[in-house]
Every structure is written in structure tokens, then in C-alpha cells.
């Protein structure tokens, strides 16, 4: 299974802030890096099922037929 990169950076006010450049607008934060690294597992996993419900959503008002299943890269 393909893995992505998380890119954690310590601010200077204390948190970590987290991003996952592979996937647009994955980005999270906590007081530890622990706490990021569950935070953006979270937000990934919320964000990708977002844009699938999105995409379905989208493909069958537009009348076209969907299906789904599951790819591991």
C-alpha cells in the first residue's frame, strides 16, 4: 500500500502543525506531535470521504453510472 508524507513543524507558540502535501487541504495540528500524527490521520481519512461522497454525488446527478470499489495503491 502506497504511504503518504506527513510534514510536521513546531511553532513557536508551542503546537505541532501537520500537513500531508500529497492530498490539498490535508492539514491538522495538536500540543504534541503524538497528537498531530492522530489528528491528521483523522483529517485525512474525513477529507478523502468527503471528496468520494462529493464525487459520487456529482457523477449520478449528472446521470452517469458509479461504481465503487476499493484500490490500494
Same mark, same amino acid.
Given at each position: 500500500?502506497? !504511504?503518504?508524507?506527513? /510534514?510536521?513543524? *513546531? ?5 505541532? %502543525? #501537520?500537513?500531508?502535501?500529497? /492530498?490539498? $487541504?490535508? *492539514?491538522?495540528? $495538536?500540543?504534541?506531535?503524538? @497528537?498531530?500524527?492522530?489528528? /491528521?490521520?483523522?483529517? %485525512?481519512?474525513?477529507?478523502?470521504? %468527503?471528496?468520494?461522497?462529493?464525487? @459520487? ?5 449528472? $446521470? !452517469? @453510472? #458509479? /461504481? ?6
Amino acid at each position: 500500500m502506497e !504511504k503518504l508524507t506527513a /510534514i510536521y513543524e *513546531h511553532t513557536d507558540d508551542g503546537w505541532w %502543525v #501537520v500537513s500531508v502535501p500529497e /492530498i490539498p $487541504g490535508a *492539514h491538522s495540528q $495538536g500540543r504534541t506531535s503524538e @497528537e498531530a500524527r492522530e489528528m /491528521i490521520r483523522d483529517a %485525512v481519512r474525513l477529507l478523502l470521504e %468527503v471528496r468520494r461522497e462529493d464525487a @459520487e454525488r456529482e457523477a449520478s446527478e449528472a $446521470g !452517469k @453510472e #458509479v /461504481i465503487r470499489e476499493p484500490l490500494e495503491v
